[in-house]
């Protein structure tokens, strides 16, 4: 059986995913493949899915603020419907705490520059708003075996940033599974279970089974150039979801 594709795309977690969807989006016939039994499982499923633009490169601002109006309009932005039902963007907003290291200083420079939203809250603001926070001051960082870790602090914070657009998805792995399904409704295919043990030169990529992770499934193995023909393999009857 030979197989063509234009676009591999090497994990399906939440970024390889989106990458499959907006590649087969743009026509290109797109493979997305991953190791385990479903998108979404690798660090994605531990993520904490806080959707923040608080990072200290501009680049990395512009990428998520960019974001924030995905995520309001994730239903749309997919456009398909997924049987597990989709993951929900809750727009609570972010508080970035005004520690000590003054790493905040460079995400507000990123913030005035880019025109992302923004209130910068003094340490009343702070406890006025979210009111279970202990403003005090744990700095600097010390062990438990110094003595100076156990001193009561006296001193508070300067406050917090707080950007109004970000939030929390509610479940990292189910946003996955909504931008695979999103994905095979703009024509890519998924393909898991399966490792990719080599990326050869010349653009060709090899795969096979993982070992322990697929002793059940059927032997499996591949070579794909970019564009061109593609793989000759034995196929595996059907892929889990
Ligand atoms: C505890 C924790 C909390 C986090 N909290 C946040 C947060 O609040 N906000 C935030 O923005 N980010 C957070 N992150 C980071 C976020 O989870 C990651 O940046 C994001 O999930 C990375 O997505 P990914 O698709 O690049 O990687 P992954 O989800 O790890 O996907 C990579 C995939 O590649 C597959 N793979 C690897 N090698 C092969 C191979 N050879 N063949 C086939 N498949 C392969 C893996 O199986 C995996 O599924 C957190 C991460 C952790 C661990």
Redesign the pocket.
């Known amino acids: 059986m030979t197989q063509s594709a234009d676009a591999i795309v ?7 995913a989106a990458v499959a969807l907006e590649l087969a989006r743009k026509g290109y016939q797109t493979v997305c ?4 039994p479903a998108a ?5 499923s ?7 633009a608080h990072y200290s490169s501009r680049d990395s601002v512009a990428v998520a603020y960019e974001g924030f109006a995905f995520w309001k309009d994730c239903e749309n932005y997919l456009g398909a419907p997924d049987e597990r039902g989709l993951a929900r963007y809750v727009n609570c907003g972010t508080v970035l705490l005004k520690s000590d290291d003054q790493q905040y200083r460079k995400s507000l420079e990123h913030y005035r520059a880019l025109g992302v939203p923004f209130e910068d809250w003094d340490t009343g603001t702070l406890l006025s708003r979210v009111p279970y926070y202990d403003a005090h001051r744990f700095w600097p960082p010390s062990r438990p075996a110094d003595d100076s870790f156990w001193e009561t602090p006296t001193t508070e914070l300067d406050g917090a940033v707080f950007t109004p657009d970000s939030g ?1 998805v509610s479940d ?1 792995a189910l946003a996955t599974h909504n931008l695979q399904r999103a994905a095979e409704a703009a024509g890519a295919r998924f393909l898991l279970r ?4 080599e990326v050869r030169s010349g653009s060709r990529v090899q795969g096979s089974p993982s070992t322990a992770a697929s002793a059940s499934t059927p032997r499996w193995w591949s070579t794909w150039p970019a564009r061109t023909p593609l793989w000759s393999t034995r196929w595996p009857a059907s892929s889990p979801a």
């Open positions: 090497i994990g399906a977690g939440v970024i390889g493949i991953d190791k385990n979404g499982y690798g660090s994605t531990s993520s904490s899915a806080c959707v923040r929390y990292p399966r490792t990719v043990v």
